[in-house]
T-cell receptor, first 113, second 112 residues
Framework: NAGVTQTPKFRVLKTGQSMTLLCAQD?????MYWYRQDPGMGLRLIHY???????AKGEVPDGYNVSRLKKQNFLLGLESAAPSQTSVYFC????????????FGSGTRLTVV | KQEVTQIPAALSVPEGENLVLNCSFT??????LQWFRQDPGKGLTSLLL?????REQTSGRLNASLDKSSGRSTLYIAASQPGDSATYLC???????????FGTGTRLAVRP
């Protein structure tokens, strides 16, 4: 089925460990996004990309890095995980700017202990 | 900076009731507004997408309206059912087209 796939779905990290979250889409979307969702805070944009090889900071970029080496993939990295990064992470994609909606993945639940 | 507010934060209604969820945004320069549904522990499912030039969109028992000039949208759910229980999120895509800004959602519970 066409859509946005996130891996892994769940992960527990120890403080200071690193990890990479993978987002893959097969809809030929130009734009891709990483959001985090926390209770009472809603969804907040971490980083986004408007095309292969491009990345930009969102609302809460500190502690995260991203890469978009291929159009269909958008990677979110945590170099040194902190308990404050415990959250649910969602990836989304869209066609380029214009009257298009977003498609979301099913999320990655990350716990940092 | 675009800010999106959803009122009420939580709502509990008996089955069969018609209800309205509200969404307001501060910057009227938008491309579109999208309503999502999120079940507990799950991802976001798109319900309706309204373009800035449109006044409303309908899908089954759902109807979403948009008044861009006043910065408001409503999601109308007719004849509510227990299966409608979920969190409903609205999000606006700014005129720059790059980003989607979310409200914090309305948690709906429909009692049998």
């Amino acid at each position: 089925n066409a859509g946005v796939t996130q891996t892994p779905k769940f992960r527990v990290l120890k403080t200071g460990q690193s990890m990479t979250l993978l987002c893959a889409q097969d809809m030929n979307h130009e734009y891709m996004y990483w959001y985090r969702q926390d209770p009472g805070m809603g969804l907040r944009l971490i980083h986004y990309s408007v095309g292969e090889g491009t990345t930009a900071k969102g609302e809460v970029p500190d502690g995260y890095n991203v890469s978009r080496l291929k159009k269909q993939n958008f990677l979110l990295g945590l170099e040194s995980a902190a308990p404050s990064q415990t959250s649910v992470y969602f990836c989304a994609s869209s066609y380029s700017r214009g009257p298009y909606g977003y498609t979301f993945g099913s999320g990655t639940r990350l716990t940092v202990v | 900076k675009q800010e999106v507010t959803q009122i009420p934060a939580a709502l509990s209604v008996p089955e069969g009731e018609n209800l309205v969820l509200n969404c307001s945004f501060t910057d009227s320069a938008i491309y579109n507004l999208q309503w999502f549904r999120q079940d507990p522990g799950k991802g976001l499912t798109s319900l309706l997408l309204i373009q800035s030039s449109q006044r409303e969109q309908t899908s089954g028992r759902l109807n979403a309206s948009l008044d861009k000039s006043s910065g408001r949208s409503t999601l109308y759910i007719a004849a509510s059912q227990p299966g409608d229980s979920a969190t409903y999120l609205c999000a606006v895509r700014g005129s720059s087209g790059d980003k989607l800004t979310f409200g914090t959602g309305t948690r709906l519970a429909v009692r049998p």
